[in-house]
């Protein structure tokens, strides 16, 4: 790249530095107040060895008020300017010396949630990731790491902050964290709080106090979150070898925040709605997840925050592999087939997306102008299967070895993406350069298979092409696992699952021996994020969901039969739709088979989903078209289901709700079922269903059947009036009336229920229930004229100045906007335009608009 394309708000992965000083200890003093909150900060620091040469003290600051600048006892008269404070080299010691600082913030009229912040009433921080600079003046980067001592002083009730509790007193408390950490990792939380509290002693004897930290009325919908904690615990050390290494361990969850939650050491932060849960306001989805983030941010203990990032750009390296941590964990809690299934159409629905729009970026990027917004599902959930992949390829010893020689090697370091593969490649003597491509390169493989047959000799030749991406016009071949299976037409298997190594750009592979044609199961368990293009019959697809032995590949042949059908009803293709429904009939009434993989193989594929795969295809979708096809299979399924489903749905129905998987997995096919007996009976039974319904998996089933035929008014009143004090759960209110409005009506309920005076759309949860509702309604958002892309825009606007963050992920609905026809394209653009001429827009929001449009 050359000086002049450089943009000067541009970050880039190769300039990268080590910081000219070492920070050994921060003692921190809070005198918390709404406006006015004092911060004195006293950084005992020495020159960097490696560094090398006297540098200036450059440290980041951004809304801070100085009022104190001390270095060494002595007052220093300096101005910080717009991003911080610097101190001339010829002012510093060569020696440790001591920097104070006095500042002071408004936590009260913090609406972008990032820093020091309050929630009704309540203070507390985020500071992943460069949000410490809006607490103190200080280096805010990932490679410096530092043993922080915590004062709070304030009237409220309960004041934590990360590490161990060491002191306390009226009205103040004093908190040491023993563990040298990245400023991204305090967190600060001072609140009228009560405690869900728990033990758990770990494998050396270490007996951890854990508490759950909610709002008094709260306490009793902890129990889930604090039992999912323990059980992490526990599977950290079983699994990994990894122990906990504080006296305490505190969650704390909170009605503001932009994200999921936060693995601040000692001291989680949560949103509220990830951790609060009773089964009469939870549904088992939220129940799961619940599950699976409690247990990520505690496995970033040791991924994330003993091993750190030497910088933003290595993200993935504490995401990608907590996010594989947590998907190996619910498996094992739950079904390891349904987690995949569900996971990797999560990986399909969003990181493919991405990956094929002008938004896509390398799993480690190389450049960034606000690293917001960067935590994509690309180094999130790609990241994930690049380490399934490396354990896949080394074996699950080679990947222990790799682990545990991570762990003890680079133990209390920030790490870079070489060093994780070199771990791997010292621990198994593998050369990892090709597959280090996956991390560099964006874009996701196209995988074609041919097959030859002849005398017993059964050969699959793949080719591999990935296509250009924003930056990166040509791709080289990676190196792909596809494990494969074979099956006898009898549908015996032949060939248990064996992983093929892909390197080339096209390879063939032989099968010897074979007394008939097989019929081939590729990228069994989806054992890698390619798109496996494979023309196959009908017929040989309902063969694989009748008979693959591997239940992943299983499902994975009743959606791409759905898929195919719906594609060739638009492309006026074959008729396959008896095909596809008889082959679906046949499964759901398999009662031998699990309801939860059953409840899958129902879903269809998304609209959003049949038009990433048309566009694929060189068609340009047609939203309206889609939604319609997509019904009529429905309706199709349905009647040829009609006879089965109140059987069904009565063999499957109550008993004591547990938030098992057992459980969820009947609930997830009564109320596929009940959803498909509503397109046939007008609604009756999901009425009664919704009348009788004694847990929320059922009542919002019910209430969903009821909304997808254009019913379900009284119910909706209903579910109001018992509610509607509770804000997360009338997020689902919000969401179903959005998600299931008729195409031409998404957009108009969008906008009358935002326009409900007792909305509030500053929360990031409620603006999400509506607009993430509104985006997600494929037929709805691209409704021909545009009024969708209006009122996204329109809203991301207002939200933009309180909450840049939020409202640049929102933003993302936009990514597709490259797969359809000139009318919309033109109308997604003007919406685009119009927001990257705001004045005052921010950088989170400008950057996003500013790639996509590019
Ligand atoms: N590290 C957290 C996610 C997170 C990231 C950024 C945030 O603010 C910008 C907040 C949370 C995780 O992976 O769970
Ligand atoms: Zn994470």
């Known amino acids: 790249m050359t000086e002049a394309a450089r943009d000067p708000r541009t970050v880039y992965l190769a300039d990268y530095r080590p910081w000219s000083h070492l920070v050994d200890r921060v003692e921190l003093c809070f005198r918390l107040a709404p406006k006015g909150t004092k911060v004195a900060a006293k950084l005992h620091m020495r020159p960097n060895p490696a560094a090398r040469g006297r540098h200036v003290l450059r440290l980041d600051g951004e809304g801070l008020r100085l009022i ?151 306490e009793d919908r902890c129990a889930w979150a604090m039992d999912s904690l323990i059980r992490s615990m526990k599977w950290d050390e079983e699994v990994y070898g990894r122990e906990y290494d504080l006296d305490v361990f505190n969650i704390v969850a909170v009605d503001d925040f932009n994200m999921g939650a936060m693995e601040n050491k000692g001291l989680n932060i949560f949103n509220s709605k990830y951790v609060l849960a009773s089964p009469e306001s939870a549904t088992d989805d939220d129940f799961a997840r ?61 990181q493919f997306r991405e990956d094929q729009g002008p938004l896509a970026h390398p ?64 621990a198994t003597g593998r050369d990892l350069t090709q597959f280090a491509l996956w991390y560099s390169e964006a874009g996701t493989p196209r995988l074609k298979v041919a097959e030859a047959w002849q005398d017993g000799s059964y050969t699959l030749t793949f080719t591999q092409e990935t296509p250009p991406s924003p930056g990166q016009p040509v791709k080289a071949p990676k190196v792909i696992p596809i494990a494969v299976g074979l099956l006898n037409p009898n549908g015996d298997e032949v060939l248990p699952t064996t992983v093929l190594e892909m390197t080339g750009a096209t390879q063939s592979f032989r099968f010897d021996g074979l007394a008939a044609r097989p019929v081939p199961s590729i990228l069994r368990g989806f054992s890698a994020p390619v798109v496996l293009e494979r023309e196959t019959s009908a017929d040989e697809r309902a063969f694989l969901l009748a008979h693959d032995t591997d239940l992943f590949n299983r499902c994975e042949a009743g959606r791409s039969l759905a898929r195919e059908m719906l594609i060739a009803g638009l492309t006026g293709g074959e008729d396959l739709l008896p095909a596809w429904r008889d082959a679906l009939a046949r499964l759901i009434r398999d009662d031998t088979l699990d309801p939860a993989f059953r409840a899958l193989a129902l879903r269809l594929p998304s609209e959003d989903d049949i038009a990433q795969a048309l566009h694929q295809r060189g068609h340009t979708p047609d939203p309206a078209a889609i939604h319609a096809a997509r019904r009529a299979a429905g309706d199709a399924l349905a009647q040829a289901l009609a006879a089965d489903l109140p059987g069904m749905i009565a063999g499957l129905g109550a008993g004591r709700f547990a938030p098992d998987a057992a459980g969820a997995g009947r609930r997830a096919l009564r109320n596929a079922a009940l959803a498909l ?20 998996t059922d009542q919002t089933g019910a209430l969903a059947a009821l909304l997808d035929i254009g019913q379900g008014a009284a119910e909706l009143a209903r579910f109001r009036d018992e509610w509607g004090h509770d804000a997360n759960v009338m997020d689902k209110w919000l969401s179903l009336q959005v998600a299931l409005a008729a195409p031409d009506r998404a957009a108009a309920q969008a906008e009358t229920l935002a326009a409900d005076p007792g909305f509030d759309w500053r929360n990031p949860n409620r603006f999400r229930a509506v607009f993430g509702a509104l985006s997600g309604h494929h037929a709805g958002f691209h409704q021909a004229g545009g ?48 927001i990257l001429g705001q004045p005052g827009l921010s950088r989170d929001l400008a950057e996003m608009a500013g790639r996509m449009i590019a």
């Not at 991301?796 to 909450?803: A, E, K, Q, T, V």
């Not at 936009?814 to 394209?825: S, V």
């Open 290 to 350: 619940i599950e699976a983030i409690i247990a990520h941010e505690y496995f970033h203990n040791w991924t994330g925050n003993r091993i750190t990032c030497r910088d933003w750009f290595q993200l993935c390296l504490k995401e990608g592999l907590t996010v594989f941590r947590d998907q190996q964990f619910s498996g094992d809690m739950r079904s390891h087939a349904v987690k995949r299934i569900e996971d990797v159409a999560v990986l399909r629905a969003r």
């Open 68 to 218: 104190t600048l001390k270095l060494d006892g002595a007052l220093l008269d300096l101005t910080p300017d717009e991003t911080g404070l610097t101190v001339p080299a010829d002012l510093l010691p060569e020696c440790p010396f001591l920097l104070e600082t006095e500042v002071a913030i408004d936590p009260e009229t913090n609406t972008a949630l990032e820093g020091l912040y309050m929630s009704r009433g309540m203070y507390c921080t985020q500071c992943e990731a460069e949000g410490f600079r809006k607490i103190t003046f200080y280096p805010d980067r990932p490679d410096v790491m530092a043993r922080f001592h915590v004062r709070i002083e304030s009237d409220l009730p309960v004041l934590l902050s990360n590490g161990n509790p060491t002191a306390s007193g009226e009205g103040w408390a004093e908190w040491d964290d023993p563990w040298p950490k990245p400023a991204y990792l305090f967190a600060l939380v001072a609140g009228d709080l009560v405690a869900h509290r728990g033990g758990f002693t770990t494998r050396s004897g270490r007996s951890v106090d854990l508490a759950v930290w909610v709002r008094p009325g709260d």
């Open 363 to 426: 799993v480690r990027p190389e450049s960034f102008v606000e690293i917001n917004n960067f935590y994509t599902a690309t180094v999130y959930e790609k990241g994930a299967e690049l380490i399934r992949m490396l354990k896949t390829l080394v074996g699950d010893e080679g990947y222990a070895k790799a682990l545990n020689l991570y762990f003890s090697r680079h133990d209390g370091e920030a790490a870079t993406i070489e060093d994780w593969l070199k771990v791997f490649g010292d």
């Open 787 to 834: 009024a969708g892309y209006r009122l996204l825009a329109d809203w991301l606007l207002r939200l933009d100045p309180l909450n840049p963050q939020t409202a640049a992920r929102l933003s993302t609905a936009f990514e597709t906007w490259p797969r359809y026809d000139a009318a919309r394209r033109d109308l997604i653009r003007a919406e685009l335009e119009r």
């Open 677 to 696: 007996l509503a397109r046939v009976d007008g609604g009756a039974a999901a009425q009664s269903a919704f009348a009788a319904a004694d847990n929320m």
